[in-house]
Structure formats: C-alpha cells, structure tokens
C-alpha cells in the first residue's frame, strides 16, 4: 500500500508556471506506474499525464502535451507535474494516482485504472 501527498498547487497567471510534486510513503515506490488527473467543478476527473514504474515511459493529455511534463525520482520517492504556459482551462484539483506495475509499459489513462490516490491540490489560473 502506498500514501500520496500532493503539494505545489496555487494560483498562476495564464502563460505562467507551476510545478506540482506528489510525495509517496510505504514500501517499493518503485513498483508503481504513477498518474497525474484533474478535475474542474462540475467536471469528471480527467487524466493528464502518467509515467511507468522506472521513469522509462510517459503519456499526455492531448491538451497538455508539450506544456506538462511529468518525471519521477525513485530515490524521493517522489513524482512531479511540470506545468509550463499554463491556461485557464487547465484550472481544477490535481491528484496523483499509484497503480502497481513493474515492468508493464502500457498504463492507463482511466481513473479506475489507479488503486490510491492524494487527496489533491487546487490549481487556479487568472486569465
């Protein structure tokens, strides 16, 4: 089992920057692929970006590819979201999400995919 604690939320002028950390804590961080989602009010939580269990393999939103960028430090066991240029659409709550998959390359992009999740981080961007 693993605990997720999301931190770096806050608010950002559109064109700005943030970047969200999700800290881990239980045992063998490493056997986890991880998941970035969001959710705006009165909106479905949405997937944003993932990465497999070693860092070897990421996956993006459509809306988000080549402004987020997802990474991880096995050593911290910690996961990160860069979020560069960022627009007001891209607002709402941010979890981090823990699936257990060593080895696997292919992750999903469903939340029901992911087993634990953070309690999230709110992130407003003033247009």
Do not use: H
Request: contains cysteine.
């Amino acid at each position: 089992q693993v605990q997720l604690v999301e931190s770096g939320g806050g608010l950002v002028q559109a064109g700005g920057s943030l970047r969200l950390s999700c800290a881990a804590s239980g045992r063998s961080f490493s056997n986890y692929a991880m998941g970035w989602f969001r959710q705006a009010p009165g909106k479905e939580r949405e997937f944003v970006a993932a990465i497999t269990w070693n860092g070897g393999n990421t996956y993006y939103a459509d809306s988000v590819k080549g402004r987020f960028t997802i990474s991880r430090d096995n050593t911290k066991n910690t996961v990160y979201l860069q979020m560069n240029n960022l627009k007001p659409e891209d607002a709402g709550v941010f979890y981090c999400a823990a699936v257990p998959a060593r080895y696997r390359v292919q992750i999903g992009n469903l939340p029901s995919e992911y087993d634990y999740w953070g309690q999230g981080t709110q992130v407003t961007v003033s247009s």
